[in-house]
């Protein structure tokens, strides 16, 4: 079966494992594209445009990582132990 080339922001959220709230602000803050469609004004996100959004991701997380290289025995603030 074939992917729908258009994802709710409910389906981006599950892709992502973020709350609906996050990928609204993410399409409202202009950092994921997406398009309004219908009366109502319904968001949908392009599979591709997702796809692109999490590539410039790991581009952006790797620049980070090569910026602020781990110090042995420093506590990362997400796991202290």
Do not use: C
């Not at 079966?1 to 990928?23: G, H, I, K, Y």
Request: charged share 30%; net charge negative; hydrophobic share 35%.
């Amino acid at each position: 079966m074939m992917e729908p080339r258009f994802l709710l922001l409910s389906d981006v959220a599950a892709e992502l494992n973020v709350s609906d709230s996050q990928v609204y602000h993410l399409v409202r803050s202009g950092d994921l594209p997406a398009i309004k469609i219908g009366g109502r004004g319904q968001w949908r996100v392009e599979r591709a445009k997702l796809e692109d959004y999490i590539k410039q991701k790991y581009t952006e997380t790797a620049a980070w990582v090569e910026e602020n290289p781990l110090v042995e025995g420093r506590p990362h603030p997400e796991n202290p132990l």
